[in-house]
């Protein structure tokens, strides 16, 4: 039987896990926590047509370390679960809804478990984001949501040069390196289209993180990673999968931390500044004839 992990385990009808072995994008709970830092906070006017305030059971698949998923909690009277591949994330994401572990493919529900599933920044990361959205259909009787961003349209300004520029390139080289569609967000609504969905609304929501003074412990780590050059690092693989070469690596490398030094020196005379926009895009369908069927078939 699959596992609820939090203080309310009312789905008492989980199939079995499946192998959860197969995904492979990998986030660090301090990643989401930070890029993730004050999104909804100014307005959740974007998420209207998910219809939160009517909504019994809801689903939210990829939940990481819960960042959408406690929003849902906070808007909905109905009870939100949290699903995601990676059980470290889950174990955070368990502060604030009960969890189960499966995978996005094979969600480990009965069907019509839900009247509502969504994600936030999933199908970006899966090969075919419609096979997904087929099996997100199997387990909602209603509506099926996806909150995706073009992460190919983030915009940044910063005191410090060098910065956007860099971050641009550094961000093109991981993207040519990947095989998903990391612009997925304002496409979704074809996605919608292949998994027989009926789109009813997409609307743009723009998280936009800022940075100044006095500076949080988050954005302080940030620094000193491009400072090390510690968080390309663990990019490289990625990026060298792409055209990049080891040796355009190493002088983005060395060019990236002299740009992390530069945002240490401003940040401690208090005059970094940072501001970065990533639109993201709610699309939201309601189950139309067929919907789910694929999923289905698999038995
Ligand atoms: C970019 S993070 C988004 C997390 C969260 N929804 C948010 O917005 O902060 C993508 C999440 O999807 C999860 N994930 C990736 N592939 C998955 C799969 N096949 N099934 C379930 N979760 C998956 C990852 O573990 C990660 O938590």
């Known amino acids: 039987m699959g596992h609820v992990s939090g203080p309310v385990a009312e789905i008492d009808l989980l199939l079995p896990p499946s192998d959860l072995s197969g995904f492979v994008r990998e986030f660090s709970e301090d990643y989401l926590r930070r890029t993730r830092a004050g999104m909804w906070d100014d307005s959740r006017a974007a998420l209207s047509p998910l219809e939160l305030d009517s909504r019994e059971r809801i689903l939210d698949v990829g939940c990481g370390t819960g960042e ?8 909905s009277p109905g009870e939100v679960i949290g699903c995601d591949a990676d059980p470290e994330l889950l174990r955070a994401a368990g502060e604030f809804v009960p969890t189960v572990a ?12 839900f009247d509502l599933v969504v994600c936030q920044a999933l199908l970006i990361n899966l090969p075919d984001p419609a096979a997904a959205l087929d099996e997100f259909a199997r387990v909602s009787t209603d509506l099926v949501a996806a909150v995706e961003p073009n992460n190919e349209a983030v915009e940044i300004e910063s005191s410090v040069r060098a910065e956007g520029a860099l971050e641009r390139r550094a961000r093109d080289a991981y993207l040519d390196g990947i095989d998903t569609d990391v612009a997925l967000g304002a496409d979704a609504r074809e996605v919608f289209d292949d998994a027989t969905l009926d789109v009813l609304e997409t609307r743009r929501y723009d998280h936009v993180r800022t940075i100044e003074p006095p500076y949080s412990d988050g954005a302080v780590r940030a620094a000193r990673r491009k400072a090390t050059g510690a968080g390309l690092a663990d990019d490289r693989e990625t990026m060298l999968d792409g055209p990049l070469t080891a040796a355009e690596y190493d002088e983005l490398r060395s060019e990236w931390r002299s740009m992390g030094r530069d945002v240490i020196d401003q940040m401690e005379d208090r005059e970094y500044r940072r501001a970065e926009a990533v639109p993201f895009f709610v699309t939201v369908g309601r189950l139309s004839d067929g919907a789910g069927t694929r999923t289905h078939d698999q038995g």
Do not use: K, N, Q, Y
């Open 102 to 113: 499966g995978d996005a493919h094979r969600l480990p529900f009965p069907d019509d478990a």
């Open 68 to 75: 959408l998923s406690r929003v849902l909690a906070a808007e």
